[in-house]
């Protein structure tokens, strides 16, 4: 289970975690959060959000928000389209960074992306989301932040399953993009995309339990 020998190995520094969601998917922004806890403390409960049913990343999100400093950062499917999806998830990352109220001297970063022009010094974890406390906290805010953002887009375009899939490419997306074509929330750069709009049949990939709503 996460924990904080990751915090406490830089003590007296103060420490957050980073992590994003949604750098996969076919459509829509990619999320990223930054958490730094008030105290050294864990939450009961905090794991990689991908561990955690949908019932339980909504319910740990409170619980988070009371314990801890909080930020969240986007970064838009045209800024996607114009960064590339690493370009676009260190913006993310930090704008999360620097939404957080305080300044953090140390971030966390769950994976191997080292953002240039970061506001502070980082250190990347692989596996972090496993590992950290909060890291792992910051992967349940950007998951349930994008998973809302893709459930309300899907009052707007219906015909997607954007409430289900939340962008990734699922065969019922494909079946989808094959009946409807695009619209302004894919990432046309994105492999599967250009194919579709070339006239090609796109390629369905698995979510990787990044939402447990796939279909």
């Known amino acids: 289970m996460p924990h904080f020998k990751l915090e406490s190995a830089h003590h007296p520094l103060r420490v957050c975690g980073v992590d994003e969601a949604g750098?996969?998917?076919?459509?829509?922004?990619?999320?990223?959060?930054?958490?730094?806890?008030?105290?050294?403390k864990a939450i009961r409960g905090?794991?990689?959000?991908?561990?955690?049913?949908?019932?339980?990343?909504?319910?740990?999100?409170?619980?988070?928000?009371?314990?801890?400093?909080?930020?969240?950062?986007?970064?838009?499917?045209?800024?996607?389209?114009?960064?590339?999806?690493?370009?676009?998830?260190?913006?993310?990352?930090?704008?999360?960074?620097?939404?957080?109220?305080?300044?953090?001297?140390?971030a966390l970063i769950d994976?191997?992306?080292?953002?240039?022009?970061?506001?502070?010094?980082?250190?990347?974890?692989?596996?972090?989301?496993a590992i950290s406390q909060s890291i792992a906290a910051a992967s349940i805010i950007a998951k349930v932040t994008r998973d809302r953002i893709m459930r309300e887009?899907?009052?707007?375009?219906?015909?997607?399953?954007?409430?289900?899939?939340?962008?990734?490419?699922t065969k019922q997306h494909q079946t989808a993009l094959r009946t409807h074509g695009v619209c302004p929330l894919h990432r046309r750069s994105f492999r599967s995309i250009k194919a579709m709009l070339e006239g090609v049949e796109p390629v369905a990939t698995p979510c990787l339990a990044d939402t447990e709503d796939a279909a």
Not at 23 to 39: D, E, I, K, L, Q
Not at 48 to 71: F, N
Not at 119 to 128: A, E, L
């Open 23 to 40: 750098r996969g998917p076919w459509a829509g922004p990619v999320v990223a959060s930054a958490v730094m806890f008030h105290t050294v």
């Open 46 to 106: 905090v794991n990689d959000s991908k561990q955690l049913t949908r019932e339980l990343r909504e319910k740990m999100l409170p619980r988070i928000h009371e314990r801890c400093h909080v930020g969240i950062g986007l970064a838009s499917v045209e800024e996607i389209e114009q960064f590339n999806i690493w370009g676009a998830t260190s913006l993310a990352m930090k704008r999360a960074v620097l939404a957080l109220g305080v300044a953090p001297e140390l």
């Open 111 to 129: 994976g191997k992306i080292h953002p240039k022009e970061f506001p502070c010094r980082t250190q990347t974890v692989i596996g972090g989301d």
């Open 153 to 169: 887009q899907a009052l707007f375009y219906p015909q997607y399953g954007f409430d289900r899939h939340v962008g990734y490419g």
